[in-house]
């Protein structure tokens, strides 16, 4: 009987120190101390954003402010400006009644981000957190149930082996405590497994909102970015003044879906689409939006014009004479800005000089917008010194600025400033990836035809004419094109102006096909010359039950010295006659021929096409390299 109670009370020491143990780790989390109380925030005016104008690379953004009743000096502030606000570009526009005196951006912070969204997430990760560190601590307390048992285990072995060896054993007691450690392991094992699994769970989702909210709050610390507006008002009611402030993290570029109609006389629908790029951080809900091609002009005077100073080198690079530095500048003068191109007459060829130029005209429209007019001017002055240097020094002899500087656009070929009032108001959400929206949809009357380009493909391709006879210029971009329903492919759209023409491609088409072979070569001896001559044959096969319309390119090699020199014989049929070939192609020895090719035109009957051409060079030379250009 004395075992039995000593047996018991083993169990009983075991599972108090058990409930010890798991008291204590329970009493190791406790209430989280209370959180300060939130700063008391200004007295806000309420606002909403009413358009925005996009950029290629920032967005005029336009809030309509309300102004409270009465007369006097007052005070508004509008809270959650976007972090990507350019703080100096911030001016206002008041109303009748309503007197701007000053306008200003300010910064104050804050304990918590104030957006809404962020608070929520800050939240669902602070509960997150205390769920993990809550099944942290159940899996240590597992773990230590667990050790306590293998302890009870051990004494309950010794015990039992000295009851054996005196005889005493109580086999009832002892298989009542292994059934109860066999039952305390597999509970345990189970709670550590439910428990490990948990935190897998929790794991994730913690992991999951915190890159939500490292998304969210990129670029962003926690400080309320407010514009205040000191306004004079002369009438009691209240009223409204509009602020308007330059983004960052905002974009456009054009996007185009052509489709081809079913006939040759249907026209092509085209949508004009803009990808707008939105991460200012604050969302355009219902804005009437313009996009524009221009640079935001913020400055209402331009730039001052200063002297061009220009050193004269040697061709080994040495000054002649110390007056000016190799920048065209006075010694112990100002540094030069970031960007400039040293010695351009030699060390820069004309498209890092049209880039270099691009970009120091962007930075200079960037100083000046955020009040840097000095800046501005410098920068300014010497994007014009550099576009000198290309005209002066760098662009070949014979080659003038309209090879450069076309009426498509700038160096960059960006084209011309426009635009774009949409209709419609359109909500823009920030948001990382890019929102296409419609700008327009277009119809216009198709020329199809057919380009054939043997020598560089075995498909003949679908292509049509057409003039832009809408309102709108087509800036450059990325064409989807369709065949009806059926998407063909893409291509890029060039700069096409009001009234202009322009090609484009709608994909192979199977029922055209092109062969092109050579039929003879020959070499003859002529005084000191070797004379070359090639006879190739193309044939155009057509499956279709329609008469079509089909170009077929070819080329000759083209002399670059007057040492080889390269003439067509002959060709059946003709050569095009079009006067915008033969001044642009033909004069590079590119062929182009015209046909009407039958309906069912193959084998026998396919339309045949015959050219011989010859080179003529000394009989000691020969051809050293090929190259396309």
């Known amino acids: 009987m004395k075992r039995k109670f000593a047996m018991a009370g083993c169990l009983a020491f075991g599972l108090g120190c058990l409930a010890l143990t798991v ?50 000096i007052v005070e508004l502030v509008i809270n959650e400006m976007p972090s990507a606000t350019i703080n100096s570009s911030l001016y206002s526009e008041g109303t009748e009644g309503v ?9 104050r912070p804050v304990k918590e981000d104030t957006r809404e969204e962020v608070r929520k997430l800050e939240e669902e990760i602070k509960k997150l957190q205390n769920q993990t560190q809550a099944n942290l601590a159940s899996i240590e307390a597992c773990k230590a149930n667990a050790a ?31 059934k109860y450690l066999m039952e305390g392991r597999t509970e345990r094992a ?75 006389k249907d026209k092509v629908g085209i949508e004009y ?10 969302d355009w809900s219902r804005v009437d939006l313009t996009l524009s091609t221009a640079q935001p002009m913020l400055n209402a005077t331009p730039p001052e014009l200063r002297t061009l100073a220009v050193n004269v080198i040697q061709r080994g690079g040495a000054p002649v004479g110390a ?52 800046q501005a001017g410098e920068v300014a002055n010497l994007a014009a010194a550099l576009e000198q240097a290309r005209d002066l020094v760098v662009q070949d002899e014979g080659k003038g600025v309209s090879t450069l500087l076309s009426a498509r656009g700038s160096p960059s070929n960006e084209g011309p400033s426009v635009t774009y009032h949409l209709p419609t108001r359109l909500s823009v959400p920030s948001r990382n990836d890019d929102q296409v929206i419609e700008v327009a949809k277009l119809e216009l009357a198709p020329d199809y035809f057919y380009k054939a380009v043997p020598v560089l493909t075995p498909h003949v391709y679908r292509q049509a004419n057409l003039t832009n006879s809408s309102k709108y210029v087509l800036l450059p971009g990325e064409a989807t094109m369709y065949n009806g329903t059926d998407f063909v492919g893409r291509m890029n759209l060039p700069l096409v ?95 182009r021929w015209d046909l009407d090719v039958e309906p069912d035109t193959k084998g026998e009957k396919a339309q045949k096409i015959t050219y011989e051409f010859k080179l003529e060079l000394d009989k000691m030379a020969s051809i050293g390299t090929f190259q396309s250009k």
């Open 323 to 374: 007056r000016f530095d190799t920048y065209g500048r006075m010694p112990g003068t100002a540094p030069v800005p970031a960007g400039a191109i040293s010695n351009p007459s030699g060390q820069a060829s004309v498209q890092e000089l049209n880039k270099a130029v691009q970009d120091l005209r962007n930075r200079a429209q960037k100083e000046a917008n955020e009040k840097k007019d000095r």
């Open 273 to 282: 689409l803009a990808a707008v790029v939105q991460q200012t951080g604050e």
């Open 497 to 591: 102006a009001i009234g202009e023409e322009l090609t484009v491609g709608f994909g192979a088409e199977p029922q055209l096909q092109v062969q092109r072979v050579m039929l003879d070569k020959t070499r003859t001896m002529q005084g000191g010359n070797q004379i070359l001559k090639y006879d190739y044959r193309i044939l155009v096969s057509s499956y279709k039950p329609e008469k079509v319309k089909v170009q077929v390119w070819d080329r000759l090699p083209h002399a670059e010295t007057e040492a080889m020199g390269v003439s067509l014989v002959k060709t059946e049929p003709e050569l095009c006659k079009d006067p915008v070939y033969v001044r642009e192609e033909r004069s590079n020895n590119l062929l």
């Open 23 to 72: 008291s204590a780790r329970m009493g190791a989390a406790g209430p989280e101390p209370k959180q300060d109380a939130k700063e008391a925030a200004p007295k806000l005016a309420a606002s909403r954003i009413t358009h925005a104008t996009i950029y290629p690379d920032s967005a005029l953004v336009t809030r309509e402010v309300d102004v409270p009743n009465g007369m006097g």
């Open 190 to 264: 189970k709670e550590m497994v439910t428990l490990t699994q948990a935190g897998q769970v929790l794991s994730e989702q913690l992991d999951f909102a915190q890159r939500k909210l490292r998304e969210l709050t990129a670029g962003t610390s926690k400080v309320e970015r407010e514009a205040v507006i000191v306004v004079e008002k002369s009438n009691n009611a209240g009223g409204k003044v509009k602020l308007n402030y330059l983004v960052g993290a905002a974009a456009w570029r054009p996007q185009y879906k052509f489709r081809a109609g079913k006939t040759a």
């Open 99 to 107: 007197r701007i005196l000053s306008t200003r951006f300010r910064t």
């Open 148 to 178: 306590l048992l293998t302890k009870l285990e051990g004494f309950a072995t010794a015990s039992t082996t000295h009851a054996t060896e005196k005889g005493k054993l109580d086999s009832d007691q002892a298989i009542t405590l292994a």
